[in-house]
């Protein structure tokens, strides 16, 4: 085991050599001495917004169709309600289920801004304003216009958990480019 240890680590130091030297990519390295990014004890991978989604959208297109879109939303729904579970489960309070997310989407994830400008649980409604989503940069990359569908079936994966309610989606793009998204009961 201590082999395969040291081999990874060597392997991981020659990679930082030639990043640094050949290509003068000199940032501080995400991943730790292992090739793994842990954060809040769990592993994360980062892709490039160029890939995704958008890209995984278009070539998903290719195989079924316009239904890539949805399905893209339903990936991002229950993720969000498999992150508001794992939360509630480690007996984070519901309130502040949403801005753990948001914080950590934000500081450590790069997915985007967001501010919470209303959260009413018992309406149930909710209201975000949305800057430098990475779905929007992703989206340009391949001459695509951004509707945000795996970011908004996150944060609505995460209100069905916390309200017991699917939501109905709203979306509305300003000026700035920043987006404001509600989420509200079908009913």
Known sequence: MEEKEETVKGI?????????KKFGIKETPLANDEGKI???GRRWILMDVTY?????????????????KEFIYWFGYAYGEKVAERYIEAGIPKEYVLPIVFAFGAVYAGWSVNKIEEFDYEKPYLRTLTFNDFETESAKAVGKDSD???????????????????????KKRLKDGSLIVEYFSRD
């Open 148 to 170: 945000l569908k795996f970011s908004t079936g996150v944060v609505a994966g995460i209100f069905h958990k916390l309200t017991g309610v699917k939501p109905q989606i709203t």
């Open 38 to 40: 842990i954060l809040a």
């Open 52 to 68: 995704f989604p958008a890209f995984m959208v278009k070539v998903t297109e290719e195989v079924v169709g316009p239904i890539a």
């Open 12 to 20: 991981i130091e020659s990679y930082k050599e030639l990043l640094s």
